[in-house]
Nanobody, 124 residues
Framework: QVQPVESGGGLVQAGGSLRLSCAAS????????MGWFRQAPGKEREFVAA????????RYKDSVKGRFTISRDNGENTVYLRMNSLKPEDTAVYYC?????????????????WGQGAQVTVSS
């Protein structure tokens, strides 16, 4: 079983940057596609970005394209989310998740395990 732990969240002004990290213990990290989701207060958890097992294929929510970059280091069992040009509407708890499905899943139900979340707050 892979247990992910997020880090790197915090408070940033609009236009600023943050990098989230998700360290996943376990030797089978490379067998999972990895994704980032977020949940703002009073809203459903939504897909943000995902990356395939090898790291060569990625998918993004339309509103973060060109601002966010997902990447992974299978040697370090870690997936990253670099967030630039942050906006107040990006404020949410960000969750790392892993999926054993092939391809780049974007549905919450396609993910097998989840981290505890990291708070990101963007002030205007």
């Amino acid at each position: 079983q892979v247990q992910p732990v997020e880090s790197g969240g915090g408070l940033v002004q609009a236009g600023g940057s943050l990098r989230l990290s998700c360290a996943a213990s376990g030797r089978t990290f490379a067998n999972y596609a990895m994704g980032w989701f977020r949940q703002a207060p009073g809203k459903e958890r939504e897909f943000v970005a995902a990356i395939g097992r090898s790291g060569s294929v990625t998918r993004y929510k339309d509103s973060v394209k060109g601002r966010f970059t997902i990447s992974r280091d299978n040697g370090e069992n870690t997936v990253y989310l670099r967030m630039n040009s942050l906006k107040p509407e990006d404020t949410a708890v960000y969750y790392c998740a892993g999926s054993g499905r092939w391809g780049i899943p974007i549905a919450k139900s396609d993910y097998d395990f989840w981290g505890q979340g990291a708070q990101v707050t963007v002030s205007s």
